[in-house]
């Protein structure tokens, strides 16, 4: 959705600089009217200005250039034509050059609403934080319009102050309730702020006026998928439907037929992600967790270990790639992938807890008390490990630490487990009969 704000910006732009067109004209009558009461101007450089005006009228904004040049150098605080100037390099492409001329005709005349909304334009797409005290003041000089508190909203949005943003695209809205462009935005920065139940009414209310919209359709499906409506789906199908070539979204698509658990169409949707060439990292994980879904191991491996080839540094690859061998009890390449990602990111207990219970199954438990150790030092221990402990004890016949540790798995547990309750009691039974013998 980035590519809005430019394409926004151009387009208001635009449509600013030929309603501008207009507004010149009548501000330069209006300061030649002023002029014939108040002070007199030569008559050469009326005739210098009408000159380019005319010339601007009929768009010969490089005609216009000499003539606005000389009134300025016979009279350089003349502010009407350091706008006009300003105007024609605007329409000329020279950014550089029109952007002192509408600083002057501010300097000149503060309440020229026309230069500060033209600067403000001016400065949106390369400076933004530079265009937000011109459009605030087109603001407060055109109360009553919509479109410089629409520019104004894009400039904080682009300043990286969201706040302020929305409040300029609502009070936009406030004015003209059918400002989609406003109305878009706002549902973005919406969006950003975790306001989803909001966005959502927006994107609608986007729809409602252009059912077309491409950004209204894919922030409906966005603000449903936050709100984890089950609608989502329905939503992104329906912007597939009329852009198929955005990935992207289809990958949103396949992360909650995922969820929902629609294997089959999720592995449908995810091989249309697919390029023509070999396949994507991402496509390739989306791959992995449908056929895991599907409790197709071999070939949730076989795809696992090609996205491993392309990224053998990431600690979820390998992580994902040991828990897939454990669930195919092959411990000990799930053991390797396990370590591999432990290298990786130390810090992720996930991985220790998965390397503890590849240990147990495979009958390593030393190696797994060890690991347990490793898990306590970082964080305390959960009754599932007191109990996994316990077990390992037991194997080992290390009575008194293996009936200690059942205790312990009793007071952390509070019952929540009542099978594992009763086989911890069942054992308590037993080890205390085994103590009593080598009494």
């Known amino acids: 959705m980035a590519a809005l704000h430019t394409k926004a910006v151009n387009r208001i732009a635009c449509a600013l600089m030929i309603s501008l067109c207009a507004a010149v004209a009548s501000y330069g009558q209006a300061v030649s009217n002023a002029k014939g009461t108040k002070q007199k101007v030569a008559n050469p450089l009326n005739d210098l200005l009408d000159e380019a005006r005319k010339d601007i009228d009929a768009q010969k904004f490089e005609a216009a250039l000499e003539p ?80 410089p508190r629409m520019l104004l909203g894009l400039a904080y949005e682009k300043s990286g102050d969201p706040t302020s943003a929305s409040n300029a695209y609502e009070s936009a809205l406030a004015l003209d309730p059918k400002d989609n462009e406003a109305n878009l935005h706002l549902a973005q920065m919406y969006i950003r702020q975790s306001r989803f139940l909001e966005a959502e009414g927006k994107f609608r209310a986007a729809l409602a006026a252009d059912p077309e919209s491409r950004a209204a359709r894919l922030g409906l499906a966005e603000s449903l998928e936050q709100e984890k409506r089950p609608e989502a789906e329905d939503a992104y199908r329906d912007y597939l439907q009329a852009h198929p070539e955005d990935i992207e979204a289809r990958e949103h698509l396949v992360h909650l037929l995922i969820a929902s658990e629609k294997y089959d169409e999720a592995l449908v949707e995810s091989e249309k992600t697919q390029s023509h060439g070999a396949p994507s990292l991402e496509s390739l994980k989306l791959r992995a967790d449908i056929l895991i879904g599907q409790k197709n191991l071999d070939e949730a491996i076989s795809v696992l270990r090609q996205a491993v080839a392309l990224a053998p540094k990431d600690a979820v690859l390998r992580g994902g790639l040991g828990r897939t061998y454990l669930q195919k009890r092959d411990f000990a390449n799930a053991a390797q992938e396990l370590q591999n990602a432990i290298k990786l990111d130390a810090k992720n207990l996930a991985y220790w807890k998965d390397l503890t219970t590849t240990y147990y199954l495979a009958g390593n438990y030393p190696a797994t008390l060890s690991l347990l150790d490793e898990v306590a030092d970082r964080e305390p221990p959960t009754a599932g490990e007191w109990f996994l402990r316990a077990l390992c004890y037991d194997k080992l016949q290390q009575t008194s630490a293996a009936l200690e540790t059942y205790q312990k798995f009793l007071e952390a547990d509070q019952n929540r487990n009542p099978d594992q309750v009763w086989q911890a009691q069942q054992r308590i039974i037993v080890l205390r009969k085994t103590l009593d013998r080598k009494k």
Do not use: C, W
């Open 68 to 147: 606005l040049q000389k009134v300025i150098s016979a009279k350089d605080d003349f502010a009407y034509a350091h706008f006009q100037l300003g105007y024609v390099y605007t329409a000329l492409g020279r950014a550089k050059e029109a952007r002192p001329e509408y600083e002057r005709a501010l300097q000149l005349d503060p309440k020229m609403a026309e230069a500060a909304l033209n600067l403000g334009i001016l400065l949106l797409n390369d400076e933004p934080p530079l265009a937000v005290a011109p459009l605030e003041r087109a603001v407060e000089l055109l109360p009553t319009q919509s479109r």
